[in-house]
Nanobody, 116 residues
Framework: QVQYVESGGGLVEPGGSVRLTCVASGFPFSNYAMSWYRQAPGKEREFVVTIGSAGRNTNYENSVKGRFTISRDNAKNTVYLQMNSLKPEDTAVYYC?????????WGRGTQVTVSS
């Protein structure tokens, strides 16, 4: 019974910041790399960033590099996404998932809307 529960999204002005939270359960969280993904209307779900199981190694999609920061707290089974300098093109539903757990059901995600 794997679950991913995303929260923290909302309406943000261009240039603003928001922090997303994902609480995972049903698997040994600290053994898995975790990733954030996003899906905008009319587009496919895309990779945003991943973080290694120990929280040190990270890999960012080029368009968010330098603006977004991923982190995790293994004691809380939680991964975060700090998003700064937001742009209208960041508007999307944001999802988290253990990177290698391809067949897990997606959570409901959290909507981030950057106003124009």
């Amino acid at each position: 019974q794997v679950q991913y529960v995303e929260s923290g999204g909302g309406l943000v002005e261009p240039g603003g910041s928001v922090r997303l939270t994902c609480v995972a359960s049903g698997f040994p969280f600290s053994n898995y790399a975790m990733s954030w993904y996003r899906q905008a209307p009319g587009k496919e779900r895309e990779f945003v960033v991943t973080i290694g199981s120990a929280g040190r190694n990270t890999n960012y999609e080029n368009s968010v590099k330098g603006r977004f920061t991923i982190s995790r707290d293994n004691a809380k089974n939680t991964v975060y996404l700090q998003m700064n300098s937001l742009k209208p093109e960041d508007t999307a539903v944001y999802y988290c998932k253990a990177t290698s757990r391809t067949y897990d059901q997606w959570g409901r995600g959290t909507q981030v809307t950057v106003s124009s």
